[in-house]
């Protein structure tokens, strides 16, 4: 179930701290951009941390924007990376990959953003969840939020209700940060391992 986790590499945030969370919990993880190695992974991360233009415009460079989707084995989305598997997002009016079904909006102006802390999620429902507690505390760092939809797993709200996390098939997203959520963010990475 630990091998041949691998995070994809695009240039766009902190993948580090992802990378030692998996190794925490015994995953063997390899960090890259290549096609190849990632098509033939057990299991992709896709984190994600900055503006979704550039995000994507490297996804697009590389090739990946194209190999994501087709992807067949467990993919989880982090924070941009959830919201570039969305629709589109109205951060730089950018195209997303289109796996879930929804779009990405920036949060009302009478709202304090970034969205930044901790906050609880509710309905949670999926594999994901296993052995997490309904209002469980996890890690957000924010702006924009990806609407809720047939697709979301969970919700949180801060001034409106939003998709905490995506399922769909799969592919599987969390805006929160899994590696910075003590226990409950370990306990859905590796619910999200042994997928």
């Given at each position: 179930?630990?091998?041949?986790?691998?995070?994809?590499?695009?240039g766009?945030?902190?993948?580090?701290?992802?990378?030692?969370?998996?190794?925490?919990?015994?995953?063997n993880?390899?960090?890259?951009s290549?096609k190849?190695?990632?098509?033939?992974?057990?299991?992709?991360?896709f984190?994600?941390?900055?503006?979704a233009?550039?995000?994507m415009?490297?996804?697009?460079a590389?090739?990946?924007?194209?190999?994501?989707?087709?992807?067949?084995?467990?993919?989880l989305g982090?924070?941009?990376?959830?919201?570039l598997?969305?629709?589109?997002?109205?951060?730089?009016?950018?195209?997303?990959?289109?796996?879930?079904d929804t779009?990405?909006?920036?949060f009302?102006?009478?709202?304090?953003?970034p969205h930044?802390?901790?906050?609880?999620?509710?309905r949670?429902?999926?594999?994901?969840?296993?052995g997490i507690?309904e209002?469980?505390y996890?890690?957000?760092?924010?702006?924009?939020?990806?609407e809720?939809?047939?697709?979301?797993?969970?919700?949180?709200?801060?001034?409106?209700?939003?998709s905490?996390?995506?399922?769909?098939?799969?592919?599987?997203?969390c805006?929160?940060?899994?590696?910075?959520?003590?226990?409950?963010?370990?306990?859905?990475?590796?619910?999200?391992?042994?997928?």
């Amino acid at each position: 179930m630990m091998d041949n986790v691998v995070i994809i590499d695009y240039g766009a945030g902190n993948v580090k701290s992802v990378e030692f969370a998996l190794r925490r919990l015994g995953a063997n993880v390899l960090l890259t951009s290549d096609k190849e190695t990632i098509v033939n992974a057990s299991k992709v991360v896709f984190p994600g941390v900055g503006h979704a233009r550039p995000a994507m415009s490297s996804l697009k460079a590389s090739g990946l924007d194209l190999i994501i989707p087709e992807l067949k084995v467990p993919v989880l989305g982090i924070c941009l990376g959830m919201q570039l598997m969305c629709i589109r997002t109205e951060e730089g009016t950018t195209k997303g990959l289109g796996i879930f079904d929804t779009s990405v909006k920036k949060f009302p102006a009478a709202a304090k953003i970034p969205h930044m802390g901790w906050n609880t999620f509710q309905r949670l429902r999926g594999a994901l969840f296993e052995g997490i507690e309904e209002g469980a505390y996890c890690y957000f760092v924010h702006s924009y939020y990806a609407e809720t939809c047939n697709m979301t797993s969970s919700t949180c709200d801060y001034i409106l209700p939003f998709s905490a996390t995506l399922e769909r098939d799969n592919f599987y997203g969390c805006q929160f940060h899994p590696e910075k959520s003590g226990a409950v963010g370990e306990q859905l990475l590796l619910n999200f391992l042994k997928l």
